[in-house]
């Protein structure tokens, strides 16, 4: 990344509110150790790969056939077990799976189907799941029978195949069936995959009312990372209220609060830019004796620097240095988002010189940052050398910098090199074509009633 020009660097100094934070040590130097291999083994060649384009069944079963055949000695239960996974990819029913699978052990006696014969098998029948699961209880009838019997594991493949193919109703009625028997009962990866799987699609209160029927009718219940997920969905949606009632619920039922579950109500305190309850977070972290990460002190500081509160902000930088945390690119780039919404644009620039005498690399997103805050703040000659180092390192311009600064130039008589602007946006690929031109044809209407109205040149 270029270095910004002496030019572009603001007389102004923001020194007597950064304190420099001690830096990280230089890494030391890596040994690395060099050993002769001695030549492995050779191994006998594996049979073709066999991927199945058609649902017919005569095909499969005849292409089997012909390739025991011809590899009668190397064909395992790997292989044929990925021929069986081939087939039912493409097979249109559940029997005709079945039937590979009996031919297949029929033609090879070497073949005897294992628990992931069957479990591809389940895979199958969840991705279509007949009304009343009729296919699936008759995969897990089918392992019982052959002496398989289904397990965490069985629960866990099933869950996760009709939850990503948007059966989560299925989900939930199967996994009620295989909660009744204590070895079927869901893990706690299993239950919350669910738990997150079903936010996106059900309300809040289905998915309350799912975790109270499996706590109530099969003990099982939800644990530090459930209330977590529900905490993450919560705060997603604003619904901050909510999430401080769960960080209660999930106390009385005995669990600690980790640092990342602080971390996501900050978050969501930052989406409505409510500084001031983002460092009652914090504070209330350290209160309960929570060891603040590095995620934490950038969503701090971002909050701070959203709500308008970038002296406060600045003094965490020492903060999370004694922690032993050092300020990134997030963490200057939103301190310099919190500069230029006071309007200090130039502050901010300054701010990027520290940064890169430190060595953090700034990124499209620091720059695109200081484009918007050098145009708002009428610094129109800075900001045109800014989108210059931007264009010499080939960084993309994001929509609300791209269109700020179109209007930026277009307001100063610079019409031309508004529309070199829109040719960069193409070229670079920073938007589509069809945003790049609204945003430029629509500028240049207003362009045109501001200079009826006595406001551009």
Sequence with gaps: ??????????????????????????????????????????????????????????????????????????LNN????????????????????????????KTHPLFNPDKGSYHILLCQSC????????????VLSLMGDKGFQADHVTTDIAIRTLCSTGNEDYAVELVKK????????????????????????????????????????????????TYTILIDNVCNGKNLREAVRLLDVLKVEGFKPDCYVYNTIMKGYCMMSHGGEVLRVYKKMIEEEIEPDLVTYNTLIYGLSKSGKVKEALKFLNEMAKMGY??????????????CREGNALGA????????????????????????????????????????????????????????FLRALCRSGKVAEAYEVFDYAIESKSLTDVTAYTTLESTLKWLNKAREQGLAV
């Design 1 to 74: 990344m270029g270095k910004i020009p002496p030019s572009l660097k603001s007389s102004s100094s923001i020194r007597s509110l950064i304190q420099t934070p001690p830096q990280p040590p230089p890494p030391q130097p890596t040994h690395h150790l060099t050993r002769t291999l001695k030549p492995t083994s050779k191994h006998p060649p594996s049979p073709p790969p066999i991927t199945f384009t058609s649902p017919n069944l005569t095909t499969a079963k005849t292409l089997f056939t012909n390739l025991t055949t011809k590899h009668p000695s190397i």
């Design 178 to 225: 295989l909660s009744m028997v204590e070895c079927t009962k869901p893990d706690s990866f299993t239950y919350n995959f669910m738990v997150k799987k079903m936010l996106k699609v059900k309300s809040l209160s289905d998915v309350s009312l799912f975790i109270n029927e499996m706590r109530k009718g099969f003990n099982v219940k939800p644990d530090l990372v």
């Design 127 to 138: 991705k279509k799941p007949d009304n009343n699961l009729a296919n699936v209880e008759h």
């Design 349 to 404: 620039v300054e701010l990027l010189g520290e940064m890169e005498n430190k060595g953090c690399e700034p990124n499209d997103c620091t720059y695109n940052t200081l484009l918007h805050g050098l145009c708002k703040a009428r610094q129109l000659d800075k900001a045109v050398e800014l989108y210059g180092v931007m264009k010499e390192n080939g960084m993309k311009l994001e929509s609300g910098s791209y269109g700020t």
């Design 78 to 105: 790997r292989f044929c077990n990925s021929v069986l996974q081939s087939f039912t990819h493409v097979s249109n029913t559940l029997q005709d799976s079945i039937v590979l699978l009996n031919h297949m052990q």
């Design 326 to 339: 050092f300020p990134d690119v997030v963490t200057y780039t939103s301190l310099m988002n919190g500069f």
